[in-house]
């Protein structure tokens, strides 16, 4: 499997062209809403995965196609931190693209406690850390941590990371109905927000397939947060705008890179992939035929994911 795919529009990034740099489901945590699925391996114990031939060779030639990328966003099928030597993947990037292309690490913030970590983060430009708690009853509940990292570790982390990183840093909250969205834990999360002083923060919301059955909050209840948090606080809109991304591999190969990330129903792929509903649903019923996906309901839509 590639370590690329993409360029996807992002919600946040415009193209980003995402890169994939730890097995799946490697993560520190194992959230009620992450969409991957269960972690299948909980750890904090951090390896090198990459082969950094392989990403150069791949990265040159996404590069030597020239398709439009925002930002170049390390993240994928689990928490890119628990990658060891990162700081070696951000300079062969930069390397590699002679440093046009911004670089963005989307993390859960678990590790950023530890000084090797945010040192491998320096050459970053964008950093967008998790905080999806403010107290040490809903991060159990939300983030089911491996043994060994509380709520103190996510924020000791954060405060460092602004203390010590000179990017951007947009500080995520996914909200989550009858557990993190109540008005006592907003302003909780300001008073934390305060401490931590982000660039941006950004209120997300589980509009994905999650691992576990989550509830969404009400517009109304996400605006009331939003008023309490005060400062720029952005709400991530819950659905992309259809724009056209260059194809760089075919339809079906492109889906199913997509599908093995995360679930997505015929729209998500469409505008995500730059597809029209044609070509995409064609390619989903010969990729079902196939028995490379399967298809499911959620939500009273039709969601697609692959069998691993
Ligand atoms: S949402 Fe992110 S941090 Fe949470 S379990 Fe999934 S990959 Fe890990």
């Known amino acids: 499997m590639s370590y690329f795919y993409g360029p996807v529009p992002s919600r946040r990034l415009g193209f980003s062209l995402g890169v994939d740099i730890v097995p799946k489901k490697l993560c520190t945590f194992d959230c009620v809403y992450c969409q991957i699925g269960r972690t299948t391996k909980k750890s904090t114990r951090r390896i090198s995965y990459v082969d950094f031939n392989v990403l150069e060779r791949e990265l040159r030639d996404i590069i030597r196609k020239s398709p439009k990328i925002d930002y170049i966003t390390i993240s994928g099928s689990g928490e890119p931190t628990l990658h060891k030597d990162l700081d070696k993947i951000i300079l062969t990037i930069k390397r590699i693209t002679r440093g046009k292309l911004p670089v963005c690490v989307i993390t859960n ?100 397939p999650p691992a576990a059955a989550v509830a969404l909050p009400s517009s109304s209840r996400v605006n009331e947060i939003k008023k309490i948090l005060d400062g720029n606080i952005e709400i991530v809109a819950s659905s992309l705008k259809a724009r056209r991304s260059k194809l760089i591999q075919s339809t079906e190969c492109q889906i199913l890179n997509f599908l093995k990330r995360r679930p997505a129903h015929l729209d998500d792929l469409k505008e995500s992939l730059g597809l029209n509903s044609y070509e995409t649903m064609k390619s989903l019923k010969k990729l079902v035929k196939n028995n490379k996906i399967k298809a499911y309901i959620y939500r009273k839509k039709k969601y697609f994911v692959t069998h691993d």
């Open 109 to 208: 913030s678990s590790l950023l406690y530890r000084e090797d970590v945010r040192n491998e983060l320096k050459g970053a430009d964008l950093i967008i850390p998790s905080l999806d708690a403010a107290t040490s009853k809903t991060f159990k509940m939300i983030n089911r941590a491996q043994k060994g990292i509380g709520l103190k570790h996510i924020i000791d982390g954060l405060i460092k990371l602004r203390r010590e990183f000179k990017g951007k840093i947009w500080l995520e909250i996914m909200l989550l109905g009858g557990i993190n969205d109540t008005l006592r834990e907003a302003e909780k999360f300001k008073g934390l927000i305060k401490k931590l002083k982000p660039d941006k923060v950004q209120l997300n919301l589980p509009v994905r």
